[in-house]
């Protein structure tokens, strides 16, 4: 885990068959937003798909590479100074050794990324 209880915490954890729900809390004083921006803190797109498959590694157990990134699409930026609470769902379909997701980072009604990917297990 790159990101994990260092740029964001997992507060809540909910899965059921080919689901996984998560509450994570953004860490707004990361390092990483000095650089990104000075002045308008901003979490980078790379961030939010590593948020998706750490999360996926923690509900499988498995450490997990992202092999295809179909369609990934950034809706609105998650600025950690309003949205330091984010929500994720991940729907999943698990075939041989690859998870097939969809995924979705959100708070409340403003949906910040959506990406469809293919994660193999390493």
């Known amino acids: 885990m ?34 990104h921006f000075p002045g308008l803190p901003v979490v980078p797109g790379v961030c939010m798909l590593q948020i998706i498959r750490e999360i996926m590694e923690v509900s499988s157990g498995r450490v997990l590479k992202v092999t295809a990134a179909d369609n990934m699409k ?9 949205n330091n609470q984010v929500e994720a769902v991940i729907n999943y379909a698990e075939v041989a050794d690859k998870f097939s997701i969809n995924a979705t980072l959100f708070a409340g009604t403003t ?3 959506k990406l469809k990917a293919i994660l193999q297990i390493s």
Not at 14 to 28: F, L, M, R
């Open 2 to 35: 790159i990101l994990l209880n260092d740029f964001y915490t997992l507060t809540e954890k909910v899965e059921v068959p080919g689901v996984v729900k998560a509450k994570i809390a953004i860490n707004k004083r990361h390092r990483i937003f000095d650089g």
């Open 74 to 82: 950034f809706l609105s930026v998650i600025n950690p100074d309003q």
């Open 111 to 113: 949906t910040f990324f």
